[in-house]
């Protein structure tokens, strides 16, 4: 398929790059449950997983981009589920932020968390319809999707080691008695 082409590099990039961070945001994620809150679950579905989701969108885009169909319709149709599966899953993320009691969610985490990826989605779900008529637009909508999910999947990482080093961090003041 012609329109592809010219993508390859970009989705080889971009899928590196989610597949890397998948794996380091096991690892981190892994090094802070020694010292978990109290209802951290309720706030890892909210905070913690969704990012392993996004990181994992961009690269099961990025994989399914690079397939050799014969045609961009199906391509189309299979990133489409994954935008409409995506809106519907940042629609529960953002329940699951307001019903969560650990942490009080501000201005950047309701951007980040639920506007954002609802808008990355949302434009992979518009894309697959735009494919038919204008499938090099749809292209581009596509990659700018992508790149937002790996981006948002990079701050929301950050984010969440920032807030359990400098907030969530043990007491090291107190002294424990033998």
Do not use: C
């Not at 990039?13 to 994620?29: E, P, Y």
């Not at 149709?77 to 809106?87: K, N």
Request: charged fraction near 10%.
């Amino acid at each position: 398929m012609s329109e592809l082409a010219g993508w390859d590099s970009f989705y080889v990039i971009v899928g590196s790059a989610a597949g890397a961070l998948i794996g380091l945001q096991f690892v981190v994620m892994t090094l802070i449950a020694e010292r978990p809150p109290l209802r951290a679950a309720d706030a890892g579905a909210a905070f913690a997983t969704p990012t392993v989701i996004h990181f994992s969108s961009a690269l099961l885009l990025s994989a399914l981009l690079r397939v050799p169909f014969q045609s961009i319709i199906t391509a189309a149709a299979l990133w489409g589920l994954i935008g409409l599966a995506g809106v519907a899953y940042a629609v529960i993320v953002s329940r699951r932020m307001r019903v969560q009691t650990v942490y009080v969610p501000e201005f950047e985490d309701w951007l980040f968390h639920a506007a954002l990826p609802l808008l990355a989605y949302s434009m992979l779900a518009l894309s697959a319809l735009a494919a038919p008529s204008h499938a090099h637009d749809a292209l581009f909508g596509v990659g700018a999707a992508t790149l937002l999910l790996l981006f948002i999947g990079i701050h929301n990482a950050w984010d969440n080691i920032a807030y359990h080093v400098f907030i969530n961090k043990p007491d090291t003041n107190t002294k424990s008695e033998p």
